[in-house]
């Protein structure tokens, strides 16, 4: 099973094809405040690397969020358009659960912690399974480093940016009879992680149906001037662009499929 996984929650923007257990190849750039431009590209150079074309491909796997809201909505909106072109399945996975899948580690539970906007952070807790999965003990939260601090009552490993952005505030805050195990910092959400994740939930027979929301945790600007206007949302029009683009894409390639055809029968 080969599927096209997208990562856009963070800054740094990445996409990988996976072939059951395989990594087919990844791209990841700097995509801050260029997601809208630079996805379709790079899933396109991917795909030319691969030699794959997108109806070679099984499924489509997509994080969705908490994160940038710009960048979960050209993910999702991208993936939407990308599904409703092609028919194939979709699946989501929450951010902090791909951040999570890097830190390999049973023995504690994982709190990987983002930096959110305005001061705060994202995080959940997950704790790794001995069958290799990853099972949810906090949902994804945000808040200032106070309330994080309010919602270790355990021994627990944490990671992530978040964390070494704000340290010294979350420790300030902790519990006296609770301590911290600090594990990689620079783990982020990555689409291989997304890969592997989708992967999983491809196996156990799972796919988002017609209603698909972003994990936001909080509500976006954009998503209030949304609800103040009663129009279309961004990430509707972002799928309906891309929909458009690649159903040319493939009456294109069927044109000249067609026309390849018909030359070869001329001279045969």
């Known amino acids: 099973m080969k599927i096209l996984a997208i990562e856009t929650a963070t800054p740094w923007q990445s996409v990988a094809i996976l072939d059951d257990n395989e990594i087919l190849a990844q791209l990841g750039q700097d995509a801050r405040g260029a997601h809208g431009t630079l996805l379709l590209p790079a899933i396109d150079r991917l795909l030319m690397e691969t030699q794959l074309r997108l109806s070679d491909l099984d499924g489509l796997a997509c994080s969705a969020g908490p994160g940038s809201f710009t960048g979960i909505r050209v993910g999702l909106a991208t993936c939407l358009g990308l599904r409703a072109a092609t028919g194939l399945p979709l699946v989501l996975v929450p951010t902090l659960e791909a951040m999570a899948w890097s830190v390999n580690s049973s023995a504690l539970p994982i709190c990987p912690i983002m930096k959110s906007r305005r001061g705060e952070l994202y995080w959940a807790v997950f ?142």
């Open 127 to 268: 704790r790794r399974t001995g069958d290799d999965q990853l099972h949810r003990l906090m949902t994804e939260c945000v808040g200032p480093p106070a309330a994080l601090a309010r919602c270790l009552t355990a021994h627990t490993l944490v990671c992530g940016d978040g964390w070494s952005a704000m340290e010294s505030e979350i420790r300030a805050m902790l519990p006296g009879s609770v301590t911290v195990s600090v594990g990689p910092l620079e783990v982020q959400p990555s689409a291989a992680n997304v890969a592997v994740l989708g992967m999983q939930r491809f196996r156990r027979g799972e796919s988002v149906g017609d209603r698909v929301d972003a994990l936001y945790v909080q509500q976006a600007e954009a998503e209030l001037q949304y609800d103040r206007s009663g129009g279309v949302s961004p990430m509707r029009r972002r799928q309906e662009r891309v929909t458009k683009k690649i159903a040319e894409r493939q009456a294109r390639g069927r044109q000249r499929r067609q026309s390849g055809a018909q030359l070869r029968k001329k001279h045969a």
